[in-house]
């Protein structure tokens, strides 16, 4: 089965940090874009972050520019976002996917995965 494989969320308090993990399952990362994505309770889907195939290029959305840094390790088939500074308006379901560029449209990002929970609160 493809898929992609969120990992490293919780419960946190306000300025803290996490690390989440986007693992692949039955393929290789290697030729793909991978973007970050999170959806809050009653909103759309936004986009966090993506990263290109090489790692050559990132970007941010601007409420996480600063405080988030995406990177990714081809040989552990993995895409990390580390995220500093937390808010609670951070809070939301995390999800990755891959597509072939991270100016792709969001209905051409594939591989979705069940998401993680990151709670930002006193």
């Known amino acids: 089965q493809l898929q992609l494989v969120e990992s490293g969320g919780g419960l946190v308090q306000p300025g803290g940090s996490l690390r989440l993990s986007c693992a692949a399952s039955?393929?290789?990362?290697?030729?793909?874009?991978i973007g970050w994505f999170r959806q809050a309770p009653g909103k759309e889907r936004e986009g966090v972050s993506c990263i290109s195939s090489s790692g050559g290029s990132t970007n941010y959305a601007d409420s996480v520019k600063g405080r988030f840094t995406i990177s990714r390790d081809n040989a552990k088939n993995t895409v990390y976002l580390q995220m500093n500074s937390l808010k609670p308006e951070d809070t939301a379901i995390y999800y990755c996917a891959a597509a072939v560029t991270c100016r792709s449209p969001l209905y051409e990002y594939d591989y979705w995965g069940q998401g993680t929970q990151v709670t930002v609160s006193s």
């Open positions: 039955g393929f290789t990362l290697d030729y793909h874009a």
